[in-house]
C-alpha cells in the first residue's frame, strides 16, 4: 500500500553527519507513523526514532542526544539528521511507516551507514 524511497546513506568518519530522507508514497491515509531503525552487523534491528503526523517524536534514549527525525507532512517525507556519529552506528538503516507504532507493515529497502575511526 505504501512504498518508501530512502536516500542519503554512504560512508563518513567518526565525528560526521548524514540525513536521511525517506519519501512514501500510496495511500497517505496509513502513513500516520513514520520511523528509522536500524540493524548493525551481529545485532537486533532497534529503533532509531519515530515521529507522527503532529510531530510527537520518540528516540531510542541512547541516541537523542545527536539524532533528530523530523517530516514534512506535504511531501510525505520523513528526515533524520544524525550527527557526531561512531563507528557503532554503522549499520543498514530502515525507513518504516504504518498507523501506529506497533503496526508499521511498511518498510524501505533499507540504506547502508558505515562510519569509520
Known amino acids: 500500500q505504501v512504498q518508501l524511497v530512502e536516500s542519503g546513506g554512504g560512508s563518513v568518519q567518526a565525528g560526521g553527519s548524514l540525513r536521511l530522507s525517506c519519501a512514501a508514497s500510496?495511500?497517505?491515509?496509513?502513513?500516520?507513523?513514520m520511523g528509522w531503525y536500524r540493524q548493525a552487523p551481529g545485532s537486533q534491528r532497534e529503533l532509531v526514532a519515530r515521529?507522527?503526523?503532529?510531530?510527537?517524536?520518540n528516540y531510542a534514549a541512547s541516541l537523542k542526544d545527536r539524532f533528530t527525525i523530523s517530516r514534512d507532512n506535504s511531501k510525505n517525507t520523513v528526515y533524520l539528521q544524525m550527527n557526531s556519529l561512531k563507528p557503532e552506528d554503522t549499520g543498514v538503516y530502515y525507513c518504516?511507516?504504518?498507523?501506529?507504532?506497533?503496526?508499521?507493515?511498511?518498510w524501505g529497502q533499507g540504506t547502508q551507514v558505515t562510519v569509520s575511526s
Open positions: 518504516a511507516t504504518g498507523p501506529t507504532p506497533l503496526n508499521l507493515k511498511s
Open positions: 515521529i507522527t503526523r503532529s510531530g510527537t517524536t
Open positions: 500510496g495511500n497517505v491515509f496509513l502513513i500516520n507513523v
